[in-house]
């Protein structure tokens, strides 16, 4: 409890992609060394602004974030955000009913009033007295705070996480009609307090390649349905298919940008894969922090719609694991906020088919396959170690065992391996952030693919803010076709990168990976479109699966 309150109070945030941060220095890949910064710069990134007021009220410095918030709000009348954050503000203070005024006035401006539920709680107990707050708590007795998210969907099973009001019991109800008559109910599950208030319930026995309806139950509530509350369960494993998926990074909070995920929607993706840059927190060591970050996003109705029925699959990279070109260290427990917080937190907000080694080996990366394709997700920053130490690992020694291991046993048409920063050391310049900077590791993965003749292996990644696709050529086998793509609601935007040979590369606006696979053909076939948040296909790459075999 005592580091709690310290990370509240001593929180801090590096330069990040843009010099307009509030404090500048962090010790990458160790302990954070406070520096207080007294005052707010300006700040051009709306994912920032609001998480810098926090901090500060976090601080204790109230004027001078009212100051800040006010006039900020003076340029951007009724932004919702800005209203929440005042009242939290003079909730703070103890002015319980301007605080109250301010948060019914961010309802009225567009703000989801699941925020004033699940907080941070910390930051609402000021309010459990008014009308408002009781009012809304009430809304959400026996309804679902955020969520539905339906996760780790296999050809037999499938996942559910949930945020509740207060500590309840979980059940959802399955079937194969939409009247959800004749219906499987999967196990009951209770949401923890010290769990942020989420839960995981699984259901199995389910028929491959087949359209479930489900409803969930909290507490002794009825069981609520959604008509977006639907998915469609794979082919079986090892079985041809053709099946859409949608991934990419570089995600931070934009309200005008939140559409993006209805424009992902409209493509009904089988799985998403979100591959790092997902909330954009940069505050390890405070939990309210990371609770804030997650919280405004799973609040969205565009993001509940679309991960309500579209099964979602995650890996972190260095603005949700930590700051930015950040690095954790090859030792479990150290620094102590990634064992401690950056892990169970991570773990708190997603429903992945699984988490490193566990808690003896905390990470996130994991497997799963889609009829006969693998995934194989790599964790490319828990244990990562300094690019400048040699001999230096992005993976491990534990994460790059189980890769070889899970490379040898892949049988799938395609293997697809994804990693949060770009394979191709052409996509950062000189960055020793990216493979780049771990071409020792690099090699030692590709050749050993090479030399095991493992075919058909295709790389993702995300970090870069924009969409790439790249080949690296080899000596001794095929060349690897790199699918990239960071920017699926950011602001921020990197440069393309045609010049440095990339087969195509596109920035404005936002945009997404949309994969389609197709291993029914007699030479199987994946496409990588490039989608834009209008929904414009501006640039395809198709890969043959004759093009990734050994000769």
Not at 378 to 389: E, F, G, N, V
Not at 487 to 507: C, V, W
């Amino acid at each position: 409890m005592q580091r709690f309150w310290l990370a509240c109070l001593f929180t801090m945030i590096p330069a990040a992609e843009t010099s307009a941060q509030i404090i500048p220095d962090y010790d990458l890949g160790g302990a954070s060394k406070p520096k207080p910064d007294m005052s707010f710069r300006k700040e051009n990134q709306y994912k920032r602004v609001h998480q810098s007021s926090l901090r500060f009220i976090l601080r204790g410095e109230l004027d001078k974030t009212e100051t800040f918030l006010d006039q900020y709000l003076a340029r951007n009348v009724d932004d919702a955000e800005t209203l929440y954050m005042l009242g939290i503000l003079h909730g703070q203070r103890g002015n319980i009913k301007t605080a109250e005024d301010f948060m019914q006035r961010a309802i009225t401006a567009g703000l989801p009033d699941d925020r004033l539920v699940a907080g941070p709680r910390e930051m609402m107990k000021p309010l459990l007295s008014t009308r408002l707050l009781r009012d809304v708590m009430a809304k959400y007795s026996n309804s679902p705070v955020h969520g539905p998210l339906v996760g780790n969907v296999t050809d037999s099973s499938a996942s559910f996480w949930v945020r509740t009001r207060s500590e309840a019991d979980v059940q959802v109800l399955l079937s194969e009609s939409a009247n959800l008559s004749h219906g499987r109910k999967s196990v009951t599950t209770k949401t923890q307090a010290d769990e942020d208030f989420t839960t995981v319930t699984s259901v199995t026995g389910l028929k491959a390649n087949t359209e479930y309806y489900y409803a969930v139950s909290i507490g002794d509530g009825p069981f609520h349905f959604r008509t977006d509350q639907r998915f469609r369960t794979p082919a079986p494993t090892g079985q041809a298919s053709k099946f859409v998926i949608a991934f990419g990074g570089g995600a931070g909070y934009v309200p005008e940008n939140e559409r993006m995920w209805n424009t992902i929607g409209s493509f009904d993706p089988h799985a998403i894969l979100l591959l790092g840059d997902n909330v954009y927190i940069d505050d390890p060591e405070s939990v309210v922090m990371q609770q804030y970050t997650y919280q405004r996003r799973q609040s969205r109705p565009e993001w509940r719609k679309l991960t309500a029925r579209s099964p979602v699959f995650t890996i972190w990279d260095d603005h949700d694991f930590s700051t930015n070109d950040s690095w954790g260290g090859a030792d479990i427990s150290v620094p102590f906020w990634k064992e401690d917080w950056a892990f169970p937190i991570f773990r708190q907000n997603w429903v992945n088919p699984g988490y490193g080694g566990g808690d003896e080996q905390p990470g996130c990366w994991y497997s799963f396959n889609i009829g006969d394709v693998d995934f194989i997700m790599l964790d490319c920053r828990y244990y990562r170690t300094s690019p400048k130490q040699k001999p230096c690992s992005m993976l491990g020694a534990v994460q790059k065992k189980w890769l070889k291991e899970q490379l040898v046993a892949a049988n799938g048409t395609f293997k697809v391996i994804c990693s949060s920063v770009p394979w191709d050391f052409r996509t950062k310049g000189d960055s020793l952030d990216t493979w780049n900077g771990y071409k020792e590791e690099h090699e030692e993965i590709l050749s050993f693919i090479e030399k095991k003749k493992i075919e058909g292996v295709v790389l993702m990644s995300a970090d870069r803010h924009r969409s790439d696709a790249w080949k690296i050529e080899r000596e001794n086998g095929y060349g690897f076709y790199e699918f990239n793509s960071s920017r699926l609601t950011n602001q921020h935007i990197h440069p393309t990168m045609e010049k440095a040979g990339a087969i195509f590369s596109y920035n404005k606006p936002q945009s997404f990976g949309l994969v389609t696979f197709d291993t029914t053909l007699d030479d199987p076939h994946v496409t990588y479109e490039v989608v834009n948040i209008e929904g414009e296909k501006p640039h395809s790459l198709t890969i043959h699966r004759s093009e990734l075999s050994f000769r």
